[in-house]
């Protein structure tokens, strides 16, 4: 009876434990040959934390953001508003740096066209028509099952995606506060125009409706292949709330210190 009811137990904690299990994720991403990069993904409790060539941490019920340089030990942090003036600001000192460098002739040149620059974003480009096939191809990615999709833009393959309906991230992650951080967080009518903005698109590759992307591979405009992002682990564990936090003997970096740190990058 008593070993009965310490496997019942066991059982019952076990479930407890996956309930509240996050997701860690390791993808490889390829742009050619030689370049290669790698990024791990936590997922629990609307925190996510990608960490590659540099750390960042979203805390959605905190509404922050973390940029986290681990080789200097430094750390940026704020609220999606606050990141997207500072990156603004970031812009502005770079380019006031690279005039200030340049021969006048040069630095002439570069002013007409950064106005040139400027009018093109302010005219948003016609909408693409965007496509989104369910093949009857499947693949084997990381031990599951990918469904092939394919993403038609104008009539032209622009994307291949394998989406696996068992794994789904977003089940921890509140899709509608994400959504509002990235669109608060990026500039004004970035993608506007873009296939990536289209809701045909953001259903399947940005918010993962359909579940997680496995692998990606993208293609230029002549039909070439361009970059290939694949996941190569998946593990679904209860992560510690310390993954999410900056370690404390970081410095916090005020927003000049960031900016300049950036700049010499």
């Given at each position: 009876?008593?070993?009965?009811?310490?496997?019942?137990?066991?059982?019952?904690?076990?479930?407890?434990?996956?309930?509240?299990?996050?997701?860690?994720?390791?993808?490889?991403?390829?742009?050619?040959?030689?370049?290669?990069?790698?990024?791990?993904?936590y997922?629990?409790?609307?925190?996510?934390?990608?960490?590659?060539?540099?750390?960042?941490?979203?805390?959605?019920?905190?509404g922050?953001?973390?940029?986290?340089?681990?080789?200097?030990?430094?750390?940026?942090?704020?609220?999606?508003?606050?990141?997207?003036?500072?990156?603004?600001?970031?812009?502005?000192?770079?380019?006031e740096?690279?005039?200030?460098n340049?021969?006048?002739?040069?630095?002439?040149?570069?002013?007409?066209?950064?106005?040139?620059?400027?009018?093109?974003?302010?005219?948003?480009?016609?909408?693409?028509?965007?496509?989104?096939k369910?093949?009857?191809?499947?693949?084997?990615?990381?031990?599951?099952?990918?469904?092939?999709?394919?993403?038609?833009?104008d009539?032209k393959?622009?994307?291949?995606?394998?989406?696996?309906?068992?794994?789904?991230?977003?089940?921890?992650?509140?899709?509608?506060?994400?959504?509002?951080?990235?669109e608060?967080?990026?500039?004004?009518?970035?993608?506007?125009?873009?296939?990536?903005?289209?809701?045909?698109?953001?259903?399947?590759?940005?918010?993962?409706?359909?579940?997680?992307?496995?692998?990606?591979?993208?293609?230029?405009?002549?039909?070439?292949?361009?970059?290939v992002?694949?996941?190569?682990?998946?593990e679904?564990?209860?992560?510690?709330?310390?993954?999410?936090?900056?370690?404390?003997?970081?410095k916090?970096?005020?927003?000049?210190?960031?900016?300049?740190?950036m700049?010499?990058?």
């Amino acid at each position: 009876m008593k070993k009965k009811k310490l496997f019942l137990a066991f059982i019952t904690l076990f479930l407890i434990s996956q309930a509240f299990a996050g997701w860690v994720i390791e993808e490889m991403s390829s742009y050619g040959e030689e370049q290669k990069t790698t990024e791990i993904n936590y997922v629990q409790q609307n925190k996510v934390k990608s960490v590659g060539s540099r750390t960042t941490i979203i805390n959605l019920e905190k509404g922050i953001f973390y940029f986290i340089v681990s080789e200097r030990e430094t750390y940026w942090s704020g609220t999606p508003i606050e990141f997207r003036k500072l990156m603004e600001e970031g812009k502005k000192m770079m380019e006031e740096h690279q005039l200030k460098n340049m021969p006048p002739e040069q630095r002439e040149a570069y002013k007409q066209y950064m106005k040139t620059r400027e009018e093109e974003v302010k005219t948003v480009p016609p909408k693409q028509k965007v496509e989104v096939k369910k093949t009857s191809g499947k693949a084997k990615i990381a031990g599951y099952s990918g469904q092939k999709y394919e993403i038609w833009v104008d009539g032209k393959l622009k994307e291949e995606l394998w989406v696996c309906a068992d794994i789904m991230p977003q089940d921890e992650i509140d899709i509608n506060k994400l959504e509002q951080f990235f669109e608060t967080m990026n500039e004004p009518n970035k993608d506007e125009g873009s296939y990536k903005s289209s809701p045909e698109y953001e259903k399947i590759a940005t918010y993962m409706e359909k579940g997680y992307k496995l692998k990606k591979i993208t293609y230029d405009e002549h039909g070439m292949e361009k970059s290939v992002s694949e996941t190569v682990k998946i593990e679904k564990k209860n992560i510690a709330d310390s993954e999410f936090k900056v370690p404390k003997n970081y410095k916090k970096l005020n927003d000049e210190e960031f900016i300049r740190g950036m700049m010499k990058q």
